[in-house]
C-alpha cells in the first residue's frame, strides 16, 4: 500500500482531531502513544485485553464512515484476498 499523500494524510488528521471523544481516544492510545494492549485496555477503562481487539474493529469501521462521507474512500481488505 503507498503511502498518503498530502491531501489524504490532510483528511486523516482532520477525522481524527475532530472525531467523537471516544473514538479519538482509542487512535492516540492504540495508535499514536505505543502502549501495550494491557495498558490500553486500563486507559481506555476495558476489563479483558480481547476487548481492545473487538473495539478495535468498531472503531476503524467508524474512521471508515468519517473518511468516506469526507471523500477519502478506502478499500477494503478480507482475509481471503
Do not use: C, H, K
Not at 479519538?24 to 495508535?31: D, L, N, P
Not at 471508515?64 to 478480507?78: D, S
Request: cysteine-free; overall charge neutral.
Amino acid at each position: 500500500m503507498p503511502p498518503l499523500n498530502d491531501r489524504e494524510a490532510d483528511l486523516v488528521e482532520e477525522a481524527v482531531r475532530t472525531a467523537d471523544p471516544p473514538e479519538q481516544r482509542f487512535v492516540v492510545a492504540y495508535y499514536r502513544a505505543g502502549n501495550t494492549m494491557t495498558e490500553i485496555a486500563q486507559l481506555l477503562g476495558m476489563r479483558r485485553r480481547q476487548s481492545v481487539y473487538e473495539e478495535r474493529r468498531l472503531v476503524l469501521a467508524y474512521f471508515r464512515g468519517r473518511l468516506t462521507q469526507m471523500g477519502l474512500p478506502l478499500p477494503v481488505w478480507t482475509a481471503d484476498a
